[in-house]
């Protein structure tokens, strides 16, 4: 079954994002971070998409779009597996990733004809890296961006602190659930529902997004938009910021880098990188653990779902 198996794993372009997911067609499951892409089909099924998408790309995407290494079988199957345990994340261990993993899936079903062999792949997928991780990652420090944004403010706030939090995904949650009673929380997003979702899970303050520019009057700041589009107005003298931890990728805040009491995605990698020499041994122990579950995997690899002759020949 894994013998099929085929991951291009390239560098991040947005900007071919969406003739990237056009060109899929649920017939490959596509995850995009600010690290990689990654794009998992059956023998060269990815290859062929990648391709037409470079045909349909300009000659400066083209060069983007090809920077790529190629992953089969079992090779294939451990590099996810790595991958989603946070083991090929500048955060050793980081558990972001899972949450990226889900959404793409989530995508992924919601396409008009999703591949039902990538489906049983991705399921077992996730089974195998909740086992390694209960088993071998726990508790190995920082482990979230989240975490370490805490850690940061922690150190230039006292507790009680008001902190905006800008943005309502995944990642601005986890801050909240962590941090919510050692801060004030004022979160500032476009998504109403999800704001409102929040507030009633968390007991958090709300600043309605049409007066998002009010965060200039805000002395802590987390920011978890990513947007190439400015979506809040340059501030000439960004005096008032005690701390600003920006998790934007790409960030909308450029014209803050420099400035003394402001911490980059980069900055905070740095940060997680530090504490990351602290896992090496349990990082080891699961990287045998990863090696051991894909072997098992493909062994004991079964289908409980009926499929076609075209899924026979993984076309």
Same mark, same amino acid.
């Given at each position: 079954?894994?013998?099929?198996?085929?991951?291009?794993? *390239?560098?991040?372009?947005?900007?071919?994002?969406?003739?990237?997911?056009?060109?899929?067609?649920?017939?490959?499951?596509?995850?995009?971070?600010?690290?990689?892409? !990654?794009?998992?089909?059956?023998?060269?099924?990815?290859?062929?998409?990648? #391709?037409?998408?470079?045909?349909?790309?300009?000659? #400066?995407?083209?060069?983007?779009?090809?920077?790529?290494? =190629? +992953?089969? $079988?079992?090779?294939?199957?451990?590099? !996810?597996?790595?991958?989603?345990?946070?083991?090929?994340?500048?955060?050793?261990?980081?558990?972001?990733?899972?949450?990226?993993?889900?959404?793409? +899936?989530?995508?992924?079903?919601?396409?008009?004809?999703?591949?039902?062999?990538?489906?049983?792949?991705?399921?077992?997928?996730?089974?195998?890296?909740?086992?390694?991780? &209960?088993?071998?990652?726990?508790?190995?420090?920082?482990?979230?961006?989240?975490?370490?944004?805490?850690?940061?403010?922690?150190?230039?706030?006292?507790?009680?602190?008001?902190?905006?939090?800008?943005?309502? $995904?995944?990642? &601005?949650?986890?801050?909240?659930?962590?941090?919510?009673?050692?801060?004030?929380?004022?979160? *500032?997003?476009?998504? &109403?529902?999800?704001?409102?979702?929040?507030?009633?899970? +968390?007991?958090?303050?709300?600043?309605?997004?049409?007066?998002?520019? #009010? =965060?200039?009057?805000?002395?802590?700041?987390?920011? /978890?938009?990513?947007?190439?589009?400015?979506?809040?107005?340059?501030?000439?003298?960004? /005096?008032?910021?005690?701390?600003?931890?920006?998790?934007?990728?790409?960030?909308?805040?450029?014209?803050?880098?420099?400035?003394?009491?402001? +911490?980059?995605? #980069?900055?905070?990698?740095?940060?997680?990188?530090?504490? &990351?020499?602290?896992?090496?041994?349990?990082?080891?122990?699961? !990287?045998?653990?990863?090696?051991?579950?894909?072997?098992?995997?493909?062994?004991?690899?079964?289908?409980?779902?009926?499929?076609?002759?075209?899924?026979?020949?993984?076309?």
């Amino acid at each position: 079954m894994l013998n099929g198996l085929k991951l291009i794993n *390239c560098l991040p372009c947005p900007e071919l994002e969406e003739l990237l997911h056009a060109r899929a067609k649920g017939q490959v499951f596509i995850l995009r971070t600010c690290q990689r892409t !990654l794009m998992l089909g059956f023998n060269r099924q990815p290859e062929r998409i990648l #391709e037409g998408l470079s045909e349909s790309a300009s000659q #400066e995407k083209q060069s983007e779009a090809i920077k790529t290494e =190629i +992953y089969s $079988g079992l090779k294939a199957y451990e590099f !996810l597996l790595q991958t989603i345990c946070g083991l090929k994340s500048r955060i050793l261990g980081e558990n972001e990733i899972v949450h990226q993993f889900k959404e793409a +899936y989530g995508a992924f079903l919601m396409t008009e004809k999703p591949n039902r062999l990538i489906q049983t792949v991705l399921e077992k997928l996730f089974k195998d890296a909740k086992d390694i991780r &209960s088993m071998h990652l726990k508790n190995i420090g920082l482990q979230t961006y989240a975490g370490i944004s805490r850690k940061i403010l922690s150190e230039k706030t006292k507790i009680g602190a008001r902190v905006v939090v800008l943005g309502s $995904g995944q990642l &601005s949650e986890d801050f909240i659930k962590i941090s919510r009673r050692r801060f004030t929380i004022i979160l *500032c997003a476009r998504n &109403s529902e999800r704001v409102a979702e929040l507030q009633k899970t +968390y007991g958090i303050e709300v600043l309605p997004w049409e007066r998002r520019d #009010e =965060i200039y009057g805000e002395r802590f700041i987390l920011n /978890t938009i990513g947007t190439d589009q400015s979506f809040i107005k340059p501030m000439i003298n960004p /005096t008032p910021f005690e701390c600003f931890v920006d998790l934007g990728e790409p960030t909308p805040f450029t014209w803050l880098k420099g400035q003394k009491s402001y +911490y980059s995605l #980069e900055e905070v990698f740095k940060i997680g990188q530090e504490h &990351s020499a602290q896992k090496s041994e349990k990082v080891e122990q699961a !990287l045998s653990a990863i090696e051991e579950a894909t072997e098992h995997r493909n062994g004991h690899f079964t289908i409980n779902i009926p499929f076609g002759w075209d899924e026979l020949l993984f076309a």
